[in-house]
T-cell receptor
């Protein structure tokens, strides 16, 4: 597609439920990132995938969070047993590659997650 | 860890010039990005600096001093549509974190008529 596509755009769920967020990166981009943006806070790095390399999971806040990237394209971020503090906008970004060339990251519109 | 600071809010009038500063303390600095984010929308890429100096792109310019850990984004001939949050982000070059961006909290710019 022309840009990074995320779905759903909004998700409201009850505390304790699992949620799955989807990201479809720009075609041909090998690097994919997930960030979280809470009200009044900066973007918080969660995880990134680069080609076939092992993902950098160092930003995941707890073991309730996990992410996959299938076939080097679409990625899903899963949050199990959601808590109210998980409420935030979850942003996905992709770039041509990660590394010294520093290709700019292109962001999707995000998924606004609200935990009741 | 990484420490990136920028002012929380700024205001300016239409047609004016505004400078948004960003200071950072990082190890393995590999470049600095500026993004613009309108409320409820995705951040969009504005500029990238890796060497000292000024990069100009139309009404927007970005400056970097690596020795001082300092950057600024300069917006000229301000327009109402420039009201947005401006995010400073640093890229680090350190093993597995290569390519990861560390963001400041953003500067909310309001342009008045």
């Amino acid at each position: 597609g022309a840009g990074v596509s995320q779905s759903p755009s909004n998700k409201v769920t009850e505390k304790g439920k699992d949620v799955e967020l989807r990201c479809d990166p720009i075609s041909g981009h090998t690097a994919l990132y997930w960030y979280r943006q809470s009200l009044g806070q900066g973007l918080e790095f969660l995880i990134y995938f680069q080609g076939n390399s092992a993902p950098d999971k160092s930003g995941l806040p707890s073991d309730r969070f996990s992410a996959e990237r299938t076939g080097g394209s679409v990625s899903t971020l899963t949050i199990q047993r959601t808590q109210q503090e998980d409420s935030a906008v979850y942003l996905c970004a992709s770039s041509l590659e990660a590394g010294p060339s520093n290709q700019p990251q292109h962001f999707g519109d995000g998924t606004r997650l609200s935990i009741l | 860890g990484q420490n990136i600071d920028q002012p929380t809010e700024m205001t300016a009038t239409e047609g004016a010039i505004v400078q948004i500063n960003c200071t950072y303390q990082t190890s393995g600095f590999n470049g600095l990005f500026w993004y613009q984010q309108h409320a409820g929308e995705a951040p969009t890429f504005l500029s990238y600096n890796v060497l000292d100096g000024l990069e100009e792109k139309g009404r927007f310019s970005s400056f970097l001093s690596r020795s001082k850990g300092y950057s600024y984004l300069l917006l000229k001939e301000l327009q109402m549509k420039d009201s947005a949050s401006y995010l400073c982000a640093v890229s680090v070059d350190r093993g597995s974190t290569l390519g990861r961006l560390y963001f400041g909290r953003g500067t909310q710019l309001t342009v008045w008529p």
